[in-house]
Nanobody, 127 residues
Framework: QVRLVESGGGLVQAGDSLRLSCAAS??????????MGWFRQAPGKEREFVAA????????NYPDSVKGRFTISRDNARNTVYLQMNSLKPEDTAVYYC??????????????????WGQGTQVTVSS
């Protein structure tokens, strides 16, 4: 079992940048055993895939809505995954969740493929 804690959310203006962090702890397994991802959920909308990264960090993927603006990365030595968000838009406003998959490697798109979730951090982008 792993505990995930997100940080870095806040209120910004359109065009600004934020970097979210997700620190993992509480498992006897090494952090590198988990594929990691970010999802977001806005009021009245379904939880949406944002980014994913494989165990080694060698593979990443993004939906078209954030491709070219967001970058996921990981530092396995620090048990941390990051989401760099540039050129933020009002439609990026949501609660952002960090998640870990023990069962699957590679980049994962479905929330059901992940095993552990953080508490979420609010990102609000004003126009």
């Amino acid at each position: 079992q792993v505990r995930l804690v997100e940080s870095g959310g806040g209120l910004v203006q359109a065009g600004d940048s934020l970097r979210l962090s997700c620190a993992a702890s509480g498992s006897t397994l090494t952090f590198s055993r988990y594929a990691m991802g970010w999802f977001r959920q806005a009021p009245g909308k379904e939880r949406e895939f944002v980014a994913a990264i494989s165990r080694s960090g060698g593979s990443t993927n993004y939906p078209d809505s954030v491709k070219g603006r967001f970058t996921i990365s990981r530092d396995n030595a620090r048990n941390t995954v990051y989401l760099q968000m540039n050129s933020l838009k009002p439609e990026d406003t949501a609660v952002y969740y960090c998640t870990a998959s023990l069962r699957f490697d590679g980049v994962r798109y479905a929330s059901s493929e992940y095993d552990y979730w953080g508490q979420g951090t609010q990102v609000t982008v004003s126009s």
